[in-house]
């Protein structure tokens, strides 16, 4: 019977375990049965580069975790030799670099895998596997809106540029309204001035006289 350490350390593991199936968006299960150490280290540095987490795991741990991750159909391929690769950001790249490696080994399969959240099939990884990476995706869709979007953001530019020219021609009407009034007015109050003037003069006469 296992002590209690050692089966403390089984919860540990099968905790990490789950929570690295619940926090990835895909994930990747292969047989690595007959691969040498040194194609070992190549493959893990490739998926190191990639932002992918590898590692080989024991069957009944794994098995613990995704069914508590709501991955159980992933536990009928829990036989043999098992490791797991997991990406939190990448849905393709464990698939894309895991199948090319089995493609050129023998004894190196691919047993099963799943995204967000969703067991699939062989043939839905195979599929995934022949996509490209993600930066050219990125790349690739840049390219294709790149057009639209300049277009967009000088049309959006040209409205921008009328509202201005619009409030300025507003602002030029306003001041030129309110110098025409203001003329209006002087010219209403021109002849009660002259008045007032002649008045006041016919005044100083009479009193003169």
């Given at each position: 019977m296992p002590s209690k350490k050692v089966l403390e350390q089984?919860?540990?593991?099968?905790?990490?375990?789950?929570?690295?199936?619940?926090?990835s968006c895909a994930g990747v299960i292969v047989d690595y049965k007959g691969i040498s150490v040194a194609d070992d280290t190549k493959l893990r540095s490739e998926l190191r580069e990639a932002g992918i987490k590898y590692e080989v795991v024991k069957n009944k741990l794994l098995s613990l975790a995704v069914k508590e991750a709501d991955l159980e159909d992933l536990d009928e391929v829990l036989v043999g030799s098992t490791a797991l690769a997991t990406s939190t950001d990448d849905h393709v790249a464990a698939a894309r670099i895991l199948s090319k490696y089995a493609d050129s080994h023998k004894h190196f399969n691919l047993k099963s895998g799943f995204l967000d959240g969703e067991v699939i099939s062989l043939e839905v990884l195979s599929n995934l596997a022949k996509l490209p990476s993600r930066d050219v995706l990125l790349a690739t869709v840049c390219s294709a809106f790149n057009a639209p979007i300049a277009a967009l953001a000088?049309?959006?530019?040209?409205?921008?540029?009328?509202?201005?020219?619009?409030?300025?021609?507003?602002e030029e009407a306003t001041q030129e309204e309110e110098t025409t009034q203001a003329?209006?007015?002087?010219?209403?109050?021109?002849?009660?001035?002259?008045?007032?003037?002649?008045?006041?003069?016919?005044?100083?006469?009479?009193?003169?006289?």
């Open positions: 089984k919860k540990q593991i099968v905790a990490q375990l789950i929570e690295t199936l619940k926090d000088r049309a959006i530019q040209a409205i921008v540029d009328k509202e201005d020219e619009g409030d300025t021609q507003e003329e209006e007015v002087a010219q209403e109050e021109a002849p009660k001035e002259e008045a007032k003037e002649e008045t006041s003069e016919n005044t100083e006469e009479k009193t003169e006289a």
